[in-house]
């Protein structure tokens, strides 16, 4: 067998056994396994290997051969995160989401392009040739702000599904990231073309950016279109893998970017596209592996020297751009009127960068070699800092804020030892030989109420006018809605049979608010009540998709929910490992 195919096979196993190590003992650590699998990345990579003096598992050969694998998982990512701009789901927020994000991207900018200028002009004193200490000084501010906009969209999206995170603020959260690419590489044509392509006039800026945006928006019309002359799953994979490839191969044919085709046809598919959702879902089955050899590539081309070589500049930017994230997400949730876990935790969710930050200071590097190489190196270095404390971030604000269920978090031990795991291999093998063997099962049962539901609820003022209440039904996944005062004191229920029933007294809708039609909430759950318990109650009423949990000592203070799914999982996933 040819030498360089062997090495390519070598390291694609050791990727795939490492990742599966380093996500399980990340498991045992309680911190997410995007970070195990950099972690793997970091330590099979040649710049640890460098370092250490040790031969390499992944050379640099092999990691630009395995590169193509990277460009298909983050575009994939890419392509998820634009189907957050569906119209119908960003009209639940209208402008707001627009404040939000629009003060948040830029205090960043700002922050981290002041530092940078100021660092320049009274420290470092950097000059290039051919230009002064305020061009160049300029130069570097503007590009690092620019840049610093980015959130790594795979390591945010991987640890929201590793954690079962769901609500308004894993909602916005992955909206934001696309919102953060989007400006980061669109300002980033802007800027470039001022700076380093000044003579190419207006036209060629309007190719650069609006090439990717048509082909993004032609491929997603092809796939919309022929989705819906498909019917088997294994034909949708099939089909989405396919058009992303084909879309990425496009734009990389004609030099252009094809992060922002990938988040063009995201955006197309979600609005053009009636089979959208099923389309998600069958992706799903399959992306995973992708994410796993992209996490652990990334790891591979962390560059650890470039911590070194970071200097002021470095240091300078990654306190500015964790500064700019947190304050402006805070400045953001408050001009935007929205909650206090929105205020206080979806800063720290967009800390992550990677890829695309990498290749917007690649695209410096090869076309602004004067000063692109230094910007690139601080790019580098600052990425192995935010990827490694980025996906931690993101873990603690998802929890803090009250949407990762507690069973998600304790579902972390393995669910055999190996000496129990190799009596099991036996006995499973004279079963197969016709002996009998018989499985005693743990009960689920135990696990309580609050181990498992949803503490950050989404609920409905009691004072909200009826069409704004079908407007909020329309953007919800839940069918019953939990009603509060303006306290916040829990009033009752409101069953979509009761909202739908009202369409037909058309006289009676202007006026009718929320807590006209909410009722007392005839059963409920408590948080330290066992699983089996309100297992009953759930087969009792399976036409209740959810429950309220309310503290058992205060009736009007709702603490969290508990769905049909939820708690069916919950059964599944333990029976499993009893």
């Not at 460098?50 to 990277?70: C, Q």
């Not at 955006?267 to 053009?272: D, G």
């Not at 004279?430 to 181990?451: A, M």
Request: proline residues 4%; neutral net charge; hydrophobic residues 50%.
């Amino acid at each position: 067998m040819d030498s360089f195919l062997l090495n390519i096979l070598t390291a694609i196993a050791v990727i795939f056994i490492g990742a599966l190590l380093g996500g399980r003992l990340a498991s045992l650590c309680h911190i997410p396994r995007v970070t195990g699998y950099l972690a793997v990345g970091l330590l099979i990579g040649p710049s640890f290997a460098g370092l250490v003096g040790l031969p390499t598992f992944l050379p640099e050969a092999v990691l630009t051969e395995l590169r193509l694998v990277s460009d298909l998982a983050l575009a994939l990512i890419l392509m998820h995160i634009g189907g957050l701009f569906e119209v119908s789901h960003l009209d639940r927020w209208r402008h707001r989401v627009l404040l939000f994000s629009g003060a948040e991207i830029l205090l960043t900018f700002v922050l981290v392009a002041t530092s940078v200028l100021v660092v320049n002009l009274t420290l470092l004193q950097t000059v290039l040739p051919g230009q002064t200490l305020w061009q160049t000084s300029l130069c570097f501010a503007l590009f690092l702000g620019i840049i610093a906009v980015a959130t790594a969209p795979a390591a945010t999206l991987m640890v929201i599904r590793e954690y079962e995170a769901e609500g308004p603020v894993t909602s916005l959260v992955l909206t934001l990231v696309g919102f953060n690419n989007l400006v980061s590489v669109l300002g980033f044509a802007v800027i470039a073309h001022v700076i380093i392509f000044p003579d190419e006039g207006v036209v060629a800026l309007l190719m650069r950016m609006g090439g990717p945006v048509v082909i993004g928006a032609a491929v997603g019309f092809v796939l919309s279109v022929w989705a819906q002359r498909l019917e088997l799953p294994s034909e949708n994979k099939i089909l989405m893998l396919g058009g992303i490839a084909v879309n990425v191969a496009i734009c990389k044919g004609l030099g252009m970017d094809p992060l922002l085709a990938s988040l063009i046809l995201g955006m197309v598919l979600a609005n053009s596209c009636p089979r959208w959702n099923r389309l998600q879902q069958d992706i799903r089955q399959v992306d995973y592996l992708l994410y796993v050899i992209f996490f652990v590539l990334a790891g591979a081309n962390l560059h650890i020297e470039s911590l070194a070589h970071i200097g002021l500049l470095g240091v300078a930017y990654v306190i500015a751009r964790t500064l700019g994230k947190w304050l402006g997400a805070a400045i953001g949730a408050r001009l935007g009127a929205f909650g206090s876990n929105e205020k206080t935790y979806i800063g720290l969710t967009l800390m992550a960068q990677a890829g695309v930050a990498i290749g917007l200071g690649s695209q410096l590097a090869h076309h602004w070699p004067g000063g692109g190489k230094l910007l690139e190196t601080i790019v580098l270095g600052s990425v192995v800092v935010f990827e490694l404390i980025g996906p931690l971030a993101v873990r603690h604000g998802l929890v803090r804020s009250g949407e990762v269920p507690i069973l998600a978090l304790l579902q972390k031990k393995s669910p055999v030892g190996t000496l129990e795991g190799m009596h099991n291999v036996v006995h499973h093998f004279r079963s197969s030989l016709g002996v009998p063997i018989g499985h005693r099962l743990k009960d689920p049962g135990d696990i309580l109420v609050k181990h498992i539901m949803r503490q950050n609820v989404e609920t409905v003022l009691h004072s909200t006018p009826y069409y704004a209440l079908l407007k909020h039904i329309a953007h919800s996944r839940y069918d019953r809605f939990p009603v509060v005062d303006d306290a916040g004191h829990f009033i009752g229920m409101i069953d979509y049979t009761e909202i739908r029933n009202l369409l037909f007294e058309p006289a009676l809708v202007p006026l009718v608010v929320a807590g006209d039609l909410a009722a007392t909430a005839q059963y409920c759950l408590y948080p330290d009540q066992p699983l089996r318990e309100a297992l009953k109650i759930l087969k009792q009423h399976r036409n209740i998709s959810y429950f309220p949990v309310i503290d058992a000592e205060d009736a009007q203070k709702l603490i969290g929910i508990l769905s049909q799914n939820d708690v069916l999982a919950a059964f599944r996933r333990l029976g499993q490992e009893a």
